[in-house]
């Protein structure tokens, strides 16, 4: 290949010997190519009364020259040596090109320091103080993926930040700032629980190494060394990294070394745990850190890689197919998919419409599914493990100590364990609303229910055990359901898509499902459509939940994480691994979870391995998760969606995870 110079106009060497002196330096260490020099006729002089002079042989200078005409002629300049413009696409910045620029800036993230800020948690309120060493900030993104055309680099950090639905505000510090300015960041770090000190500075001259003037520099050392500060503090450099070293005490400090794109892309991935960290300082920062230091930063959040994701779209065409045929089937209206692999996105799409009425909306990956009993295991059964972490509540307690109620007509000793593995001996489920009224109603008829077999002599997959748990979680926490799943659940892990009882606001983006001839008399929309869970007032323990394929997601991602996320441990490894590992081959229900069918039917499908567990649920919807390959695959539907009659989706969900498979492998 050809060695070429930076570009010399930049006076990283003119600065300290001549033009010509320079550039028989460059032909002396094998450079092939002098890249603008400030006085190309000086150095081209230069190099001729080298050579003439002995100092540089007449075969070095053939040897440069014959590997840039072979280059030329392979590039075939010989033959034209224009460039054709309409063709520039064809050959440069593809997604390959891109995919491979975003692998080096991804690897050379590097976390220096990092006392408990990264991974950044979402629902922080962080504070963005962008520092330039000019005063527009002169760094430009403007590439055909980024819908903002010439947007500074600092506002596309902002609205990478903000797009992890992060609650961020900004403030812009320049050489210009005055003491109004500086007092005004200082009040607004003070309110936040971050702030993140972005550094857009480059090396200016040798009278100012660093590019930063010393009032910006006393600012930073202010906030990130100041008695009572309350903030942390996150010092991220995009462009030198000497220049962190006059900051005092930062909580944690990063290198993305460049202030392009991807490595503002990059350093926010790894910011909220979506990529592992493992770069190295390729310099030392004296008295500060020294070179090779770097910490490695595991990935904990979901990752998704558009470029990457186009990439595979090819591999999943059959998968797409199957599902536009059965919607094209009238199996349902419309569907999300979400397929994940080592915590990373690798198909992720919407199908169909919300229903069959004329003009119908799209499926989007905004769309909510009433997700029915997949409740009970990302609601009611990831309480039960919550509250096992934290010994409120023993598996093998009888239920009646936590609800009194539920203790008798035979059901004194059914455990907890046993509602979960569904062998209580209590019956599946009721026809409540044509006896029942009012929840209480419903809960009395539970409460006064008899064992339909002996407790632990059979499997009966039964909603009334999971409503009991609700009820149980409600009795130990002194919290609504709804209310205790949102605060420990759904809100840290931002799950602002998914809750019980929709708001009005949303039931345009709402999936419908049954057409109720017998009970509702309507169209059931945006309320649930399971009718105990009607009467229950729309909270249960075992339906009731809207979600989004996106949400739940993150959700399996926790549970595939060992119960951890973002940094955050919500539930213990060891109660995940108890939930979730298949301990009979001969049973299908583990606590709470369903394991794969190993002889039959499954929706799961043939090919998923035999360690395989999720749930599926009335209204249309399943989730299936490989342990073995690392995978998960979420698939709503409304099928039920104008009738419950309506099974083709039955053939669907197995076809469907055998493609997922084929298409991996």
Request: aromatic share 8%; net charge neutral.
């Amino acid at each position: 290949g050809l060695i070429v110079t930076d570009a010399l106009e930049m006076k990283g060497v003119t600065k300290v010997i001549s033009i010509d002196e320079a550039a028989i330096r460059a032909v002396e260490a094998g450079v092939d190519i002098l890249l603008l020099p400030p006085d190309e006729d000086v150095a081209i002089e230069a190099i001729i009364d080298a050579v003439l002079k002995g100092r540089i042989s007449e075969s070095r200078i053939d040897s440069s020259v014959t590997k840039i005409l072979a280059i030329k002629q392979w590039l075939k300049l010989d033959e034209n040596r224009l460039v054709d413009l309409n063709k520039v696409s064809e050959t440069v910045s593809k997604p390959e090109h891109w995919q491979i620029a975003k692998q080096i800036a991804q690897a050379s993230i590097t976390v220096a320091k990092n006392e408990k800020v990264i991974p950044l948690q979402p629902r922080k309120k962080t504070t963005l103080i962008i520092i330039s060493d000019t005063d527009d900030y002169r760094t430009d993104i403007n590439r055909s993926s980024n819908p903002n055309l010439n947007e500074r680099a600092s506002d596309y950090l902002l609205s990478q930040i903000r797009t992890r639905r992060s609650v961020a505000q900004t403030i812009h510090l320049s050489p210009r700032s005055n003491k109004i300015d500086f007092d005004a960041a200082s009040s607004q770090i003070k309110s936040s629980d971050v702030a993140i000190f972005a550094l857009f500075v480059k090396t200016q001259s040798r009278l100012n190494p660093l590019g930063l003037q010393q009032h910006l520099i006393d600012f930073i050392n202010s906030a990130t060394s100041g008695h009572g500060k309350r903030a942390k503090n996150l010092v991220i450099s995009f462009g030198t990294p000497y220049v962190v070293g006059v900051i005092k005490n930062p909580d944690a400090v990063m290198f993305a070394y460049s202030d392009g794109e991807l490595s503002v892309e990059a350093a926010v991935e790894v910011l909220f745990g979506e990529i592992k960290a493992e770069g190295k300082l390729p310099v030392t920062i004296p008295g500060m850190f020294n070179y090779g230091r770097g910490i490695s930063i595991a990935k904990s959040t979901l990752y998704e890689d558009k470029i990457f994701e186009q990439s595979l779209d090819r591999k999943f065409r059959k998968v797409d197919a199957l599902i536009k045929s059965a919607i094209k089937d009238t199996a349902f209206p419309g569907a999300q998919l979400i397929i994940v692999k080592d915590g990373e996105i690798l198909h992720k799409n919407n199908y169909g419409v919300l229903d069959y009425s004329t003009g119908s909306a799209e499926v989007t990956d905004s769309t909510l599914y009433d997700i029915a009993s997949l409740t009970k295991v990302i609601g009611t059964t990831a309480a039960i493990m919550k509250l096992n972490d934290e010994g409120k509540i023993d598996l093998d307690a009888r239920a009646s100590v936590y609800l009194l109620e539920f203790g008798k007509f035979g059901k004194e000793n059914v455990t907890i364990r046993n509602l979960l593995l569904h062998n209580s001996g209590l019956p599946a489920w009721q026809k409540f609303y044509l006896t029942c009224n009012t929840s209480s109603e419903v809960l009395d008829s539970i409460y006064n229910s008899e064992l339909i077999y002996k407790t632990g002599d059979s499997t009966v997959y039964s909603d009334f055990g999971f409503i009991i748990l609700g009820k149980i979680i409600e009795r130990i926490t002194g919290l609504s359901l709804d209310t205790y799943l949102r605060t420990e659940f759904f809100e840290p892990l931002v799950m602002m898509n998914t809750f019980y009882n929709p708001p009005v606001e949303v039931l345009q983006r709402t999936a419908p499902t049954e057409l109720d001839t017998i009970w509702r008399k309507k169209l059931i929309h945006g309320t649930v459509h399971d009718e105990t869970a009607v009467l229950l007032g729309g909270v249960a323990g075992h339906a009731g939940l809207f979600s989004t394929a996106s949400d739940l997601a993150v959700f399996v991602q926790m549970i595939m994480n060992g119960g951890s996320y973002g940094g955050v441990q919500y539930i213990k490894p060891e109660t995940i691994k108890l939930f979730t590992e298949r301990k009979n081959l001969k049973t299908k229900l583990g606590l709470g979870w369903d394991f794969k069918t190993l002889n039959g039917y499954s929706s799961a499908g043939n090919l998923l391995s035999n360690k395989s567990f999720g749930h599926t649920g009335f209204t249309g919807t399943s989730i299936w998760i490989d342990p073995e390959r690392n995978l998960f695959v979420i698939f709503l539907t409304n099928r039920v969606y104008p009738t419950r009659a309506n099974n083709k989706i039955a053939k669907v969900r197995p076809a469907l995870h055998d493609a997922v498979i084929g298409a991996l492998e």
